[in-house]
């Protein structure tokens, strides 16, 4: 026989259970920032949502949107996945002073939820149909004004990415747009449709990485400039960096795909003024489709215009680069 007491306390738990909005095991949560209007979508409501996990819409109202980011919203690692989809009406403004948006499986703040944090399948992190303006990092060693990402997955869809910044000095510090350090199993990290512009940072003015894979298609980056100077290693009295216009790769197996892409206007003090390319152990590759490279100029130096590849082998096919 049960005693009332306990079948009272039984069905408040239950009841408590069922007002509890985290999901249950193997269920995603599913989150929506604002109630219809303007105002109410805040940055305090897209950092708890980016918080809790799962997929994330808004309803903003009818108009596009600006939500101005107090705070940076921060992945818990915890969750499986993240996705941010504004539905192409809502922009994360950094303001000029903060990162927006940060994922670090090695973060212990964040949760350290396996022994490999560099190396583990989760959080999946996908932005899709946002815009991302005025992220800033320029207080930070790593980089990343708009995003940074470090392990589990990501993937960048039908996105812009506009006039971020990280710091202007340093030969590893890059990504004014993204950032990103390690990926599930080196595998790359997917931009598509996207838009980066008027990215600034000592490397890589719109997408950074170190030991990470990319594969980019139907893409454009414009007026993206690494202002640092000195390249890596910095030589002897400067601060190092310069390089990397767009897109600024280091590390060992690295691969690039870029398909249907245009990178036009981009700059770098030292090498590459769209594209640097380093693979220190040789094995990494660079393959070009369909894409168009035009004056994207290398004030230091390049291996072809606007590119510096170090590596095992390049490919161009169906492009123009000059």
Same mark, same amino acid.
Request: proline share 4%; aromatic share 6%; charged share 25%.
């Given at each position: 026989?049960?005693?009332?007491?306990?079948?009272?306390?039984?069905?408040?738990?239950?009841?408590?259970?069922?007002?509890?909005?985290?999901?249950?095991?193997?269920?995603?949560?599913?989150?929506?920032?604002?109630?219809?209007?303007?105002?109410?979508?805040?940055?305090?409501?897209?950092?708890?949502?980016?918080?809790?996990?799962?997929?994330?819409?808004?309803?903003?109202?009818?108009?596009?949107?600006?939500?101005?980011?107090?705070?940076?919203?921060?992945?818990?690692?915890?969750?499986?996945?993240?996705?941010?989809?504004?539905?192409?009406?809502?922009?994360?403004?950094?303001?000029?002073?903060?990162?927006?948006?940060?994922?670090?499986?090695?973060?212990?703040?964040?949760?350290?939820?396996?022994?490999?944090?560099?190396?583990?399948?989760?959080?999946?992190?996908?932005?899709?149909?946002?815009?991302?303006?005025?992220?800033?990092?320029?207080?930070?060693?790593?980089? +990343?004004? /708009?995003?940074?990402?470090? %392990?589990?997955?990501? #993937? $960048?869809?039908? =996105?812009? @990415?506009? *006039? !971020? &910044?990280?710091?202007?000095?340093?030969?590893?510090?890059?990504?004014?747009?993204?950032?990103?350090?390690?990926?599930?199993?080196?595998?790359?990290?997917?931009?598509?449709?996207?838009?980066?512009?008027?990215?600034?940072?000592?490397? +890589?003015? /719109?997408?950074?990485?170190? %030991?990470?894979?990319? #594969? $980019?298609?139907? =893409?454009? @980056?414009? *007026? !993206? &400039?690494?202002?640092?100077?000195?390249?890596?290693?910095?030589?002897?009295?400067?601060?190092?960096?310069?390089?990397?216009?767009?897109?600024?790769?280091?590390?060992?197996?690295?691969?690039?795909?870029?398909?249907?892409?245009?990178?036009?206007?981009?700059?770098?003090?030292? %090498?590459?003024?769209?594209?640097?390319?380093? =693979?220190?152990?040789?094995?990494?590759?660079?393959?070009?489709?369909?894409?168009?490279?035009?004056?994207?100029?290398?004030?230091?130096?390049?291996?072809?215009?606007?590119?510096?590849?170090?590596?095992?082998?390049?490919?161009?096919?169906?492009?123009?680069?000059?």
């Amino acid at each position: 026989m049960i005693r009332a007491g306990v079948l009272v306390a039984a069905v408040l738990a239950a009841l408590v259970a069922s007002a509890d909005p985290a999901p249950a095991s193997g269920l995603e949560a599913r989150s929506v920032v604002g109630t219809g209007t303007p105002a109410s979508c805040t940055s305090a409501a897209v950092v708890r949502a980016v918080a809790r996990g799962g997929r994330i819409g808004f309803d903003c109202g009818p108009d596009p949107v600006t939500i101005v980011m107090r705070r940076t919203a921060k992945v818990v690692n915890t969750s499986a996945r993240v996705v941010l989809d504004g539905g192409g009406l809502v922009t994360l403004s950094g303001d000029g002073r903060r990162r927006i948006l940060y994922q670090d499986t090695c973060d212990r703040r964040q949760v350290w939820t396996t022994p490999h944090c560099d190396d583990q399948a989760e959080p999946r992190l996908v932005v899709k149909r946002m815009r991302f303006v005025r992220g800033s990092a320029l207080g930070d060693d790593e980089g +990343g004004g /708009a995003v940074f990402a470090r %392990g589990g997955r990501l #993937r $960048i869809l039908d =996105s812009v @990415f506009e *006039d !971020n &910044r990280c710091r202007r000095t340093g030969p590893d510090v890059g990504g004014a747009a993204v950032r990103v350090l390690d990926q599930f199993r080196d595998r790359p990290v997917v931009v598509r449709r996207s838009t980066f512009s008027g990215g600034r940072c000592s490397n +890589g003015a /719109a997408l950074s990485s170190i %030991g990470v894979s990319w #594969r $980019i298609s139907r =893409s454009t @980056f414009t *007026d !993206n &400039r690494a202002v640092g100077r000195g390249a890596n290693p910095a030589r002897p009295g400067t601060l190092g960096g310069g390089s990397g216009g767009a897109i600024y790769m280091d590390g060992n197996d690295i691969h690039l795909w870029l398909d249907d892409s245009t990178l036009t206007g981009n700059h770098a003090r030292e %090498g590459g003024g769209a594209i640097f390319f380093v =693979s220190n152990d040789r094995t990494g590759t660079l393959a070009v489709d369909g894409s168009r490279l035009e004056d994207n100029p290398s004030t230091g130096f390049e291996t072809l215009p606007g590119i510096f590849f170090l590596g095992a082998s390049r490919s161009i096919t169906d492009s123009v680069v000059r």
